[in-house]
Structure formats: structure tokens, C-alpha cells
């Protein structure tokens, strides 16, 4: 199409390159005549030139002219030019000489470049008459315009290509997609050039496009994203209004059909299984369902709800962040002897609709879930979450102060057995008994010692000693009025030696470690032995204080510098408890105002009978002393050290002499077994081990016989638990050495007597508890077969 339609441009430029010739000769001409007319008719006489007389036009030429000859333009003519060739024409401005030539002698113009409007669409170009004699311009140079005139050489072009569009997916039709505008660079305002016309080569029966506005149209209703979601239109926009022969430009709109909410969720299945064990904790994960929905993003979010069924108490359902998936998960403790199974119905629904397309709904959807709950073996569980216990501080040791219960929750209901983590009761003060629970103490307790004992108590299945569970226990230790008041420890004050009869000497306060309800009320008075005393007397200010008041005056240092006052003092609860302090009283010397400068006596001088030369004398014996015992104890360590004649003696060995070999069979005193058996004869064994408490002497006082059998079974728990106590158990069999054994005495403390060698022998006659060291001593009789 284009290379008929630059053929049929070329015809046309030709013609109209003709047409532009003869307008210009019959132009000129009509100018000569016109001229001469009018001579005539003014009567003038012969022709002279006045003025400049050009003859010529506005010229214009067609673009992409393609001839092998130069294009012809137009033709110069000047009134002067007689046709002699005097008159030389002169060409200047835009392209002259470059694109533009003219003939100097006849005036014609021609271009010999190819012109493109687009490119430059006029030149301006200037033109003057020279004479060639005198080779000067006959008249003044004047300028003319050369228009490029526009043909069809420019297919329209869509500059922004290629598009993207998205409209809703179900858009009714007729709904605009997108608004599209090709340019051409030909003249708009000559022909039909830049006229263009849009049309659909590709996309229907889906989209259409309007001719001269270019807005694409969606043309079929009902289209769903979810069968087709992308669509590729191809539009062509042609000049020439669309005519045979004009130029066609072409580009691709990709429309995309965005989701809109028209498709309700749904379940995959009807009925979902799940399981959890009954040990999961509360908010554990049990499952997580989905109703899919062939809707995106927001149009597919979904929330889910419980709506029915016997676990809806029991279970919860969220959505997760992504809002496509419920999650369930547990929202109470599950017990499997309680219940095994749960059914759920759940409801999944969109949380955005769409109101025009709710008749495609209802956009929800039910589905069940059934729950299972496994068995766990679990560790007992106590009747209690944690007990409280208040004991006053002087209950009886042994005194049973609760009795702890738990019990296997699983369905084989296991034996319990019960112990105290130690960790919890460092100083042992409790002990439970293994198979009934009780708690009692087994040392005694005090308040002012320790006020709150937190202890743990554990309780383990017997079959399955992994499972154990734990209590913790808070036991307050009430106060009970067991310690007397008393003054500090030492209290000491003063008296001034002016003092006088009456004057307060001291202020005394009791303390008391008890904590009574009503508070303490402590009675002071002097002890009965200085109740009747001549110096001082006591004061009661019923307010748990005391004076101290002189009875008299004239105190001196040197009479007697320190005095010693018994208070006795009682407080106010039963049994009343009472106590005698000391309080001691120093006379010292004060100023005027009373102030204490000093509570020593005056030292005394020496007797002037001591002279200096009796000090030196008791100096020398004192040293001479010293001189005689040193010398005491160096002889005696001399006599220790004897001198060593006979290098044979000095053998550089130490012998050890015990006698503390076994006694063989005959000995029964090594271990009393019985003491395991009757705990309330252990304190008569004779050796006690210095490396273990007591623990089973104290407690037999207290226990009752029938609970011996437990605690022996709590202790061994209790070793078996702790992984850091020594092997403090042990047996000692001393039955087959010593005098009474039939192996005699395997000591070799008199073999040194003997030079012989021994015979080994009789080793093979002891019986197979020898056989190891006849082994050693190679005595072991070869043809005798090995004894296992």
C-alpha cells in the first residue's frame, strides 16, 4: 500500500508542477498586457523603466518530490530583462545554492534536494537583478517565500504505546477501558493527510474501539476474571479518513480484569479430623481449616466462627494474618477421662461484599470438625493447687500436720508415693510419710528462727517413676511466748559524782524477740537480792520503760567506782516469761553542767621503798629463768635424736603395729544388721558413724513403728533421687580371714621371720573364693575344668 501510494504522489507532484508553470506564464503575461493598456490609454510615450518591475508569485513545491531531474520550482523576471542577457539573477537566503539553484539568465528556479515538509515547511530566500556589464544590481534585492506543500508521506503513530488498562472483571458493556489518541505529522489543515481513523484489529467480540475518538469499549458482558484474566487489543489508527491509501499506524492495549467479590467460599471437605493430647496447653494449636475462595486479596479474606457443637466451650477458632486461614486452638484444659472427643461446626465467610452480586451468594460456607483427645500418661495431679498451714512453734516433733493427697489422674490410677524436694527444706524439718501423705515435723521449730517454711512436696506414680508432680506447700510458723525479755547484751551507764539523791541516772528498755498480738508489756523491778540496795532504786513508767533513780548522794571514785544492779523483768503473756540483766553503773567525774570527763580512778604512785636497783633484780632473774628453760628443752630434743653407729640399723622404714585384723566366721560384732530392723534400738550400738546425721535415731522417738517401713522407703527414694550423695551404705564382710577363718590369717607382718620360700599349694583346697589368688600365685591346677 505505501509504495502505491508514493507512486501516485509522484504523478500528482508532476501535475502539479505543470499547473504551477502555466499559472506563472499566465501570470506574466496578463502582467504585460495589463501594462500596456494602460500606456495606451495615459498617452505615454515610449517605455522607460521608473521603478522596479518584477514579475512573479508566491511559489510552492510538493515534498518528497523523487525525480532523477531537478524539481522546478518557478521563474524570476525582471520588467528590465529584454531577453538580450544583460540581466544576470542572483539568488540568496535559506538553502540557496545548497537546495535552491536559479538560472542567472532566464530566472528559473529548481530544487535539487528532496524536500520534506516535516522537516522544514517554508524557506525564505532572497532575489536581486544585476547588469552584467557594470555588474551592478539594477534594483534592490527582494525576498520571496517558497512553501513546501504537504502530501501523505506519514502513517499516524500512538507515541505512548504500548498501553495497559484494567477495568472490573463482569463490566457492563459499553464501559470505558481506555481513551487512545495517534498523531501524524502531515498538515492537518491541507487534505485529508493527518485525518485518522481508529479500528480494531484484534479483541473482539470482547472490546471495541470508536472511530474518531479512539476510546476502547468493552463490547461483551459477563467476562470472569477467573476464566480469563488478561486480553490483548490491537488498535489501528489510518489517515486519509480511512481511504484506500492511507497510512496505517498500529498498537497493543493489554487490559487486565481485576477481581471483584463474585464467588462465594467453600469447604474442600465436609467433615475434617483432628487430634490433640491432652497434655497440650491452653492456646495450643490444634488445626487449621480453609474455604477457598476462587476470588484475590481482599475479595477472599475470610473470618471464621464456632457456630454449634459440644466443644465450642472448649475450643476457639482465629483467623491468621493472612486472613485465609481459621486456626483452632484449645480455650480450656483437656482431660481425656473426662471426654475423648469434641465435634466443632465452623462457618467460614467473605469479609467483603460486594452488594452487586449478592444473587451469586450466599458467600459463606459450613463445614464439621471432629476433635479427638489422646490419652497422655500424666503426673498425679493434688487435690490442692497449694496449701497453707499455720503451726505454732512449740508443737511436739513428730506432730502430723497435714496430710497431703493426690492422685493419678489417668485411667490406671496408679500408687502414689510422696517425698519433699529437698532443695525446698534444707534443714529438714519436715518429712512426709511415702504412702499416706501425712506431713509432720521431725525437728523443732522456731518462729524467731525461721517465720515461713515454703517447701515443695512431690508426688510420683509408682509404676511410672517419670511422672511426678508437685505442690508447693507454705507452712507459717505461729509465735508462741518462749523467750523472756531482757536488757542488750551489754548495757552499761554512768553516774556523776555530784550526783544527788533522786536524780534520774539512766532510761532502760527491754527487747523481746516474740511477736505477741497485743504488742509487748514488759514489768521491770530490782532483783530481790538488791531490792532493799542503799544506792539505787527503779522506776516502772508502765510504758515498756524503766528509771534508774539515786537513793543518795556523795558519790566518790575512790569509795567504790563501779556498781553492778540486777532488774529483773517479766512481760505480760502466757506463760510468762522473766529474766534478770545486769545493768552496770560507773561513778565518774563531770563538769559544772554534768558532762562525764572521766570515769577512771587516779593511779597510785609506787612505794618509794622500790628502788631502781630492786627492779633490776627481778629483771635478772626473769631472764635467767628464760635461759634455763630454753636449755631444758634443747637437751630433751638431743635425747630423742640418738646417733646411729651401725649403718645397718638405719633401715629408713616405719612399721605400723593395729591390731585390728577380723575375726572371721566367729565375728558377729562387726555389723549389727538388727539396728535396721528395729530402729528403736539403734541409739544402744556402741559405734556411731561421724559422716550421717542421726536422722533415723531421732525420728524413732517420735515415728510409730508401723511407719518405720515408710520412711525406710522415702530415704531410699530420696538417695535414688539425689544424683550428688555419697555411697554412704556399705558392708563389710570380714569372714574368710582371721583366726576363727579355715584360711587362718592372711597377714604378712611375721613373714619377714622367714627366709623359705612359701608354698602355695593349699590355695586350690580353699574353694572357689580363692581361686583369683591362686591365679596370681600360678598355683592353679591346669587339668581342672573352669568354674563359672
Same mark, same amino acid.
Given at each position: 500500500?505505501?509504495?502505491?501510494?508514493?507512486?501516485?504522489?509522484?504523478?500528482?507532484?508532476?501535475?502539479?508542477?505543470?499547473?504551477?508553470?502555466?499559472?506563472?506564464?499566465?501570470?506574466?503575461?496578463?502582467?504585460?498586457?495589463?501594462?500596456?493598456?494602460?500606456?495606451?490609454?495615459?498617452?505615454?510615450?515610449?517605455?522607460?523603466?521608473?521603478?522596479?518591475?518584477?514579475?512573479?508569485?508566491?511559489?510552492?513545491?510538493?515534498?518528497?518530490?523523487?525525480?532523477?531531474?531537478?524539481?522546478?520550482?518557478?521563474?524570476?523576471?525582471?520588467?528590465?530583462?529584454?531577453?538580450?542577457?544583460?540581466?544576470?539573477?542572483?539568488?540568496?537566503?535559506?538553502?540557496?545554492?545548497?537546495?535552491?539553484?536559479?538560472?542567472?539568465?532566464?530566472?528559473?528556479?529548481?530544487?535539487?534536494?528532496?524536500?520534506?515538509?516535516?522537516?522544514?515547511?517554508?524557506?525564505?530566500?532572497?532575489?536581486?537583478?544585476?547588469?552584467?556589464?557594470?555588474?551592478?544590481?539594477?534594483?534592490?534585492?527582494?525576498?520571496?517565500?517558497?512553501?513546501?506543500? +504537504?502530501? #501523505? *508521506? %506519514?502513517? $499516524?503513530? &500512538?507515541?505512548?504505546?504500548? !498501553? /495497559?488498562?484494567?477495568? =472490573? @472483571?463482569?463490566?457492563?458493556?459499553?464501559?470505558?477501558?481506555?481513551?487512545?489518541?495517534?498523531?501524524?505529522?502531515?498538515?492537518?489543515?491541507?487534505?485529508?493527510?493527518?485525518?485518522?481513523?481508529?479500528?480494531?484489529?484484534?479483541?473482539?467480540?470482547?472490546?471495541?474501539?470508536?472511530?474518531?475518538?479512539?476510546?476502547?469499549?468493552?463490547?461483551?458482558?459477563?467476562?470472569?476474571?477467573?476464566?480469563?484474566?488478561?486480553?490483548?487489543?490491537?488498535?489501528?489508527?489510518?489517515?486519509?479518513?480511512?481511504?484506500?491509501?492511507?497510512?496505517?499506524?498500529?498498537?497493543?492495549?493489554?487490559?487486565?480484569?481485576? +477481581?471483584? #467479590? *463474585? %464467588?462465594? $467460599?467453600? &469447604?474442600?471437605?465436609?467433615? !475434617? /479430623?483432628?487430634?490433640? =493430647? @491432652?497434655?497440650?496447653?491452653?492456646?495450643?494449636?490444634?488445626?487449621?481449616?480453609?474455604?477457598?475462595?476462587?476470588?484475590?486479596?481482599?475479595?477472599?479474606?475470610?473470618?471464621?466462627?464456632?457456630?454449634?457443637?459440644?466443644?465450642?466451650?472448649?475450643?476457639?477458632?482465629?483467623?491468621?494474618?493472612?486472613?485465609?486461614?481459621?486456626?483452632?486452638?484449645?480455650?480450656?484444659?483437656?482431660?481425656?477421662?473426662?471426654?475423648?472427643?469434641?465435634?466443632?461446626?465452623?462457618?467460614?465467610?467473605?469479609?467483603?461484599?460486594?452488594?452487586?452480586?449478592?444473587?451469586?451468594?450466599?458467600?459463606?460456607?459450613?463445614?464439621?470438625?471432629?476433635?479427638?483427645?489422646?490419652?497422655?500418661?500424666?503426673?498425679?495431679?493434688?487435690?490442692?493447687?497449694?496449701?497453707?498451714?499455720?503451726?505454732?512453734?512449740?508443737?511436739?516433733?513428730?506432730?502430723?500436720?497435714?496430710?497431703?493427697?493426690?492422685?493419678?489422674?489417668?485411667?490406671?490410677?496408679?500408687?502414689?508415693?510422696?517425698?519433699?524436694?529437698?532443695?525446698?527444706?534444707?534443714?529438714?524439718?519436715?518429712?512426709?510419710?511415702?504412702?499416706?501423705?501425712?506431713?509432720?515435723?521431725?525437728?523443732?521449730?522456731?518462729?524467731?528462727?525461721?517465720?515461713?517454711?515454703?517447701?515443695?512436696?512431690?508426688?510420683?506414680?509408682?509404676?511410672?517413676?517419670?511422672?511426678?508432680?508437685?505442690?508447693?506447700?507454705?507452712?507459717?510458723?505461729?509465735?508462741?511466748?518462749?523467750?523472756?525479755?531482757?536488757?542488750?547484751?551489754?548495757?552499761?551507764?554512768?553516774?556523776?559524782?555530784?550526783?544527788?539523791?533522786?536524780?534520774?541516772?539512766?532510761?532502760?528498755?527491754?527487747?523481746?524477740?516474740?511477736?505477741?498480738?497485743?504488742?509487748?508489756?514488759?514489768?521491770?523491778?530490782?532483783?530481790?537480792?538488791?531490792?532493799?540496795?542503799?544506792?539505787?532504786?527503779?522506776?516502772?513508767?508502765?510504758?515498756?520503760?524503766?528509771?534508774?533513780?539515786?537513793?543518795?548522794?556523795?558519790?566518790?571514785?575512790?569509795?567504790?567506782?563501779?556498781?553492778?544492779?540486777?532488774?529483773?523483768?517479766?512481760?505480760?503473756?502466757?506463760?510468762?516469761?522473766?529474766?534478770?540483766?545486769?545493768?552496770?553503773?560507773?561513778?565518774?567525774?563531770?563538769?559544772?553542767?554534768?558532762?562525764?570527763?572521766?570515769?577512771?580512778?587516779?593511779?597510785?604512785?609506787?612505794?618509794?621503798?622500790?628502788?631502781?636497783?630492786?627492779?633490776?633484780?627481778?629483771?635478772?632473774?626473769?631472764?635467767?629463768?628464760?635461759?634455763?628453760?630454753?636449755?631444758?628443752?634443747?637437751?630433751?630434743?638431743?635425747?630423742?635424736?640418738?646417733?646411729?653407729?651401725?649403718?645397718?640399723?638405719?633401715?629408713?622404714?616405719?612399721?605400723?603395729?593395729?591390731?585390728?585384723?577380723?575375726?572371721?566366721?566367729?565375728?558377729?560384732?562387726?555389723?549389727?544388721?538388727?539396728?535396721?530392723?528395729?530402729?528403736?534400738?539403734?541409739?544402744?550400738?556402741?559405734?556411731?558413724?561421724?559422716?550421717?546425721?542421726?536422722?533415723?535415731?531421732?525420728?524413732?522417738?517420735?515415728?510409730?513403728?508401723?511407719?518405720?517401713?515408710?520412711?525406710?522407703?522415702?530415704?531410699?527414694?530420696?538417695?535414688?533421687?539425689?544424683?550428688?550423695?555419697?555411697?554412704?551404705?556399705?558392708?563389710?564382710?570380714?569372714?574368710?580371714?582371721?583366726?576363727?577363718?579355715?584360711?587362718?590369717?592372711?597377714?604378712?607382718?611375721?613373714?619377714?621371720?622367714?627366709?623359705?620360700?612359701?608354698?602355695?599349694?593349699?590355695?586350690?583346697?580353699?574353694?572357689?573364693?580363692?581361686?583369683?589368688?591362686?591365679?596370681?600365685?600360678?598355683?592353679?591346677?591346669?587339668?581342672?575344668?573352669?568354674?563359672?
Amino acid at each position: 500500500a505505501r509504495t502505491h501510494s508514493y507512486t501516485t504522489q509522484t504523478v500528482y507532484t508532476l501535475l502539479f508542477s505543470v499547473a504551477l508553470a502555466l499559472l506563472a506564464l499566465l501570470s506574466d503575461a496578463q502582467g504585460r498586457t495589463d501594462r500596456a493598456r494602460t500606456r495606451e490609454e495615459t498617452g505615454a510615450g515610449p517605455l522607460r523603466r521608473v521603478k522596479r518591475g518584477w514579475v512573479w508569485n508566491q511559489f510552492f513545491v510538493l515534498e518528497e518530490y523523487t525525480g532523477l531531474e531537478p524539481l522546478y520550482i518557478g521563474k524570476l523576471h525582471s520588467d528590465m530583462d529584454l531577453g538580450d542577457g544583460s540581466i544576470k539573477y542572483i539568488l540568496s537566503g535559506d538553502g540557496a545554492g545548497t537546495t535552491f539553484t536559479i538560472d542567472d539568465s532566464t530566472g528559473d528556479i529548481h530544487a535539487i534536494k528532496r524536500l520534506d515538509r516535516e522537516v522544514k515547511a517554508q524557506y525564505m530566500l532572497r532575489a536581486q537583478a544585476w547588469n552584467r556589464l557594470t555588474n551592478r544590481p539594477l534594483e534592490p534585492e527582494s525576498e520571496f517565500i517558497v512553501k513546501i506543500q +504537504d502530501i #501523505n *508521506d %506519514n502513517e $499516524p503513530k &500512538f507515541l505512548d504505546g504500548p !498501553y /495497559q488498562a484494567t477495568i =472490573p @472483571e463482569m463490566s457492563s458493556i459499553g464501559t470505558e477501558v481506555i481513551r487512545l489518541t495517534a498523531t501524524d505529522a502531515d498538515d492537518p489543515t491541507y487534505g485529508n493527510s493527518a485525518r485518522v481513523v481508529y479500528s480494531i484489529l484484534q479483541g473482539q467480540p470482547y472490546f471495541s474501539v470508536e472511530p474518531k475518538s479512539g476510546i476502547v469499549r468493552v463490547s461483551l458482558g459477563g467476562m470472569d476474571r477467573e476464566v480469563r484474566e488478561n486480553y490483548s487489543v490491537v488498535i489501528q489508527a489510518k489517515d486519509m479518513g480511512g481511504q484506500l491509501g492511507g497510512l496505517a499506524g498500529t498498537t497493543v492495549v493489554n487490559i487486565t480484569l481485576s +477481581d471483584v #467479590n *463474585d %464467588n462465594p $467460599p467453600m &469447604f474442600d471437605q465436609k467433615l !475434617y /479430623q483432628m487430634s490433640v =493430647p @491432652e497434655s497440650a496447653p491452653v492456646g495450643s494449636v490444634v488445626g487449621r481449616i480453609r474455604a477457598k475462595d476462587r476470588d484475590i486479596g481482599i475479595n477472599a479474606e475470610m473470618t471464621y466462627s464456632i457456630i454449634d457443637g459440644d466443644g465450642r466451650d472448649t475450643f476457639d477458632i482465629s483467623t491468621d494474618p493472612t486472613h485465609l486461614f481459621g486456626i483452632i486452638t484449645i480455650k480450656k484444659p483437656l482431660n481425656f477421662e473426662s471426654k475423648a472427643s469434641y465435634t466443632l461446626k465452623i462457618e467460614g465467610a467473605n469479609t467483603h461484599l460486594d452488594h452487586r452480586f449478592l444473587d451469586k451468594g450466599p458467600f459463606s460456607h459450613v463445614t464439621i470438625v471432629h476433635v479427638s483427645v489422646e490419652d497422655v500418661d500424666e503426673p498425679p495431679e493434688f487435690d490442692s493447687a497449694v496449701y497453707y498451714m499455720e503451726v505454732p512453734e512449740n508443737a511436739e516433733v513428730g506432730m502430723v500436720i497435714k496430710t497431703i493427697s493426690a492422685r493419678d489422674p489417668d485411667a490406671a490410677n496408679n500408687s502414689i508415693r510422696y517425698s519433699i524436694d529437698r532443695t525446698s527444706d534444707l534443714g529438714k524439718y519436715f518429712y512426709i510419710d511415702i504412702t499416706s501423705g501425712s506431713l509432720m515435723t521431725v525437728l523443732p521449730l522456731d518462729r524467731e528462727e525461721i517465720t515461713w517454711h515454703n517447701i515443695t512436696i512431690l508426688a510420683m506414680e509408682m509404676n511410672n517413676p517419670n511422672m511426678i508432680g508437685s505442690l508447693s506447700v507454705a507452712v507459717k510458723i505461729l509465735d508462741v511466748n518462749d523467750n523472756a525479755p531482757m536488757l542488750p547484751e551489754y548495757f552499761e551507764t554512768s553516774v556523776c559524782e555530784t550526783a544527788k539523791a533522786g536524780q534520774r541516772v539512766q532510761t532502760v528498755a527491754a527487747v523481746d524477740p516474740d511477736d505477741p498480738l497485743g504488742g509487748h508489756h514488759f514489768y521491770y523491778s530490782l532483783a530481790p537480792e538488791a531490792a532493799n540496795n542503799p544506792n539505787f532504786t527503779l522506776r516502772d513508767n508502765q510504758d515498756n520503760t524503766a528509771w534508774i533513780l539515786t537513793r543518795r548522794g556523795g558519790w566518790s571514785q575512790q569509795d567504790q567506782a563501779v556498781y553492778y544492779l540486777p532488774i529483773f523483768i517479766s512481760d505480760g503473756e502466757q506463760p510468762v516469761q522473766t529474766s534478770t540483766s545486769t545493768l552496770t553503773i560507773r561513778v565518774c567525774s563531770c563538769d559544772g553542767e554534768g558532762k562525764v570527763m572521766s570515769c577512771n580512778a587516779e593511779a597510785y604512785h609506787l612505794p618509794a621503798s622500790l628502788s631502781r636497783g630492786a627492779l633490776i633484780a627481778i629483771l635478772a632473774c626473769i631472764f635467767v629463768l628464760l635461759v634455763m628453760i630454753l636449755l631444758m628443752l634443747s637437751l630433751r630434743s638431743q635425747r630423742k635424736k640418738p646417733f646411729l653407729h651401725d649403718v645397718e640399723d638405719n633401715v629408713h622404714e616405719n612399721i605400723v603395729r593395729y591390731d585390728d585384723e577380723g575375726g572371721g566366721e566367729e565375728d558377729t560384732e562387726a555389723f549389727d544388721i538388727a539396728a535396721m530392723w528395729n530402729p528403736r534400738e539403734a541409739h544402744l550400738v556402741g559405734k556411731q558413724r561421724q559422716d550421717m546425721l542421726p536422722e533415723i535415731e531421732s525420728l524413732s522417738r517420735y515415728v510409730p513403728l508401723a511407719n518405720v517401713h515408710g520412711y525406710v522407703l522415702s530415704k531410699l527414694l530420696e538417695a535414688d533421687l539425689d544424683s550428688c550423695a555419697p555411697p554412704y551404705d556399705s558392708l563389710q564382710t570380714y569372714a574368710y580371714e582371721g583366726e576363727g577363718s579355715v584360711a587362718d590369717s592372711l597377714s604378712s607382718l611375721q613373714s619377714s621371720c622367714s627366709n623359705t620360700d612359701h608354698e602355695y599349694d593349699y590355695l586350690n583346697n580353699w574353694g572357689p573364693r580363692f581361686k583369683k589368688l591362686a591365679e596370681m600365685y600360678g598355683v592353679l591346677e591346669t587339668k581342672s575344668p573352669p568354674m563359672w
